[in-house]
């Protein structure tokens, strides 16, 4: 399951290249921490530490974490998308889902360039492909919420090496701005060619 969430860091670095927006090795960024700089920490062996451990939070503790928010957007998302199919479903549940971090959002959490009517916008698009990716998780490979909340944790775990990656506005970088959403969305149309005739795209 962490592989659609490394796939998703994988299309954002091609798509950044693509855009030719600012892309970092991102051991250049990690050397540059006090920490490492003051331990004489090699940055190579700090990356694949951040890598590892990030995956490792991502099956344990932050799963675990969004477990309780996973519970009940899953359970809304299969009583809608049994209803009125995938589309229909993810757009309702991407919408309730973002309005449901919108204090987060407007207090400038996931875009402190942008703690407005913006930011949350960018983020409901989001929200919304990410409910296409957990209910078919939940749907055709899991058949529980444990599935959606382990790439749950891992997204959040491995937000901040991916932003070491491809730094700048967040809006438009990843994995929450116009990059992330153009690899989730990749990964979400993927996902929806490989179980086609599986799910009711829509009604």
């Not at 974490?65 to 589309?87: H, I, R, V, Y």
């Amino acid at each position: 399951m962490p592989s659609i969430v490394l796939g998703i860091y994988a299309l954002s670095v091609l798509y950044a290249y693509l855009a030719q927006a600012k892309v970092v090795n991102p051991v250049m960024n990690i050397g540059k921490l006090r920490p490492l700089e003051i331990w004489k920490i090699d940055p190579v062996l700090s990356l694949i530490f951040l890598i590892i451990t990030s995956l490792l939070a991502g099956l344990t503790i932050n799963a675990i974490a969004a477990l309780g928010e996973m519970g009940w957007k899953g359970l809304l998302l299969n009583e809608l998308a049994s209803k009125m199919g995938l589309l229909k479903a993810s757009i309702i549940t991407g919408v309730i889902w973002s309005l449901w971090h919108a204090p987060l959002i407007l207090a400038g959490y996931n875009y402190p360039h942008h703690p407005d009517v913006i930011g949350l916008g960018m983020f409901t698009l989001m929200c919304i492909v990410w409910s296409i990716i957990f209910r078919i998780l939940i749907r055709e490979l899991s058949s529980s919420v444990i599935a959606p909340s382990v790439i749950h944790g891992t997204i959040n775990a491995m937000a901040g090496l991916i932003l070491l990656t491809i730094p700048g506005d967040e809006l438009y970088t990843s994995p929450l701005g116009i990059i992330g959403l153009a690899s989730s969305t990749t990964i979400a149309l993927i996902m929806m060619l490989v179980f086609k005739g599986k799910i009711k795209i829509k009604e």
